[in-house]
């Protein structure tokens, strides 16, 4: 059932976007179905189990969920596995997705939509813009955002957390990709600061770090 990142095989190729600064594909075998952002996979979906998570970071995310969530936000989305997840953990939620990349929001809707549970609002928007622009409160935000090489400088910056803050109202949780141990250090720097409580978790093999929020209300 789970996508084995070392020795995965496609059939058939989905989807093939190339531009100068990247290469997006889904692919597809008789098991899963993948997103890949320059031959690095980005997500997996289970064919037979849609919301089942295939990737161990995901799977480690999944841990830290709390125990009941109605207002979500997920500030990246890459081929939607926690949201096909999230949506049949809680079908009765409200669930906002933001993506700066309107081809990822796309191919979402055309390979990887959730089959059953709450259909997700997805807003093509920066995701500082979309915090600084919202009125609402999230009782669970999801941060997994990434560039070309790794987290963009934004989730090292104090603008982003400033701004989640004034959503959140209660658990944050962010995928993290360190290039160095001193984007880890800074990054839960400013979690701590403008949320609250933090825990890091390594994912065994894995470059990924899950920082653990819970919005401390000041």
Not at 33 to 58: I, K, N
Not at 102 to 117: A, M, R, S, Y
Not at 177 to 203: C, F, M, N, S, Y
Request: proline share 6%.
């Amino acid at each position: 059932m789970d996508f084995n990142l070392q020795a995965y095989q496609a059939d058939h190729l989905l989807h093939l976007s190339v531009k100068p600064a990247r290469r997006l594909c889904v692919l597809e075998n008789a098991r899963h179905r993948w997103l890949e952002l320059d031959g690095v996979v980005q997500s997996a979906m289970s064919l037979s189990q849609p919301s089942h998570l295939c990737l161990p970071h995901q799977r480690s995310i999944a841990e830290r969920l709390p125990e009941r969530a109605g207002r979500i936000l997920e500030l990246g989305l890459g081929g939607g596995d926690l949201t096909r997840h999230l949506a049949a953990r809680w079908p009765e939620a409200r669930h906002d997705c933001v993506d700066l990349d309107d081809e990822i929001l796309t191919l979402f809707q055309q390979f990887f939509l959730p089959p059953t549970g709450g259909t997700p609002r997805l807003h093509h928007a920066d995701a500082l813009h979309f915090l600084l622009e919202s009125r609402e409160q999230y009782d669970l935000v999801l941060l997994d955002l990434f560039s070309q090489d790794g987290n963009p400088l934004l989730l090292f910056q104090t603008p982003l957390y400033r701004a989640l803050a004034q959503r959140l109202c209660g658990t944050l949780i962010v995928n993290l990709l360190p290039r160095t141990r001193l984007e880890q250090d800074q990054a839960l720097k400013l979690t701590r600061e403008w949320i609250g409580p933090t825990t890091a978790h390594g994912v065994p093999g894995y470059r990924n770090v899950i920082l653990h929020a819970t919005r401390q209300q000041a």
